[in-house]
Nanobody, 115 residues
Framework: QVQLVESGGGLVQAGGSLRLSCVAS????????LGWYRQAPGKQRELVAT???????TYADSAKGRFTISRDNAKNTVYLQMNSLKLEDTAVYYC?????????WGQGTQVTVSS
């Protein structure tokens, strides 16, 4: 089992920045890809960004150029740096870890962008 705990969400004005963190614990060697998803009210959960063990990254079109995903393997932590935040970035952000035949989710952290 793998446990994922997010932090760093909050209220920020449009144009501002936030950095989300997700600490992984447990059988972390079974996790190959870490990532962030988000879910806005009334919408489906959507991919934001992922990062592999080799630090290969993928981004949703909405995140490209504004968000940066990174990981610190020594700290078992994945980060999501979010800049130039927009109202439409308001959502609950979830950390996820994926391995062979397994998938893990954190409890989510709320990000609210105000005008």
């Amino acid at each position: 089992q793998v446990q994922l705990v997010e932090s760093g969400g909050g209220l920020v004005q449009a144009g501002g920045s936030l950095r989300l963190s997700c600490v992984a614990s447990g059988n972390i060697f079974s996790v190959y890809v870490l990532g962030w998803y988000r879910q806005a009210p009334g919408k489906q959960r959507e991919l934001v960004a992922t990062i592999s063990r080799s630090e290969s990254t993928t981004y949703a079109d909405s995140a490209k150029g504004r968000f940066t995903i990174s990981r610190d393997n020594a700290k078992n932590t994945v980060y999501l740096q979010m800049n130039s935040l927009k109202l439409e970035d308001t959502a609950v952000y979830y950390c996820t870890g994926q391995g062979i035949g397994s998938e893990y989710w954190g409890q989510g952290t709320q990000v609210t962008v105000s005008s």
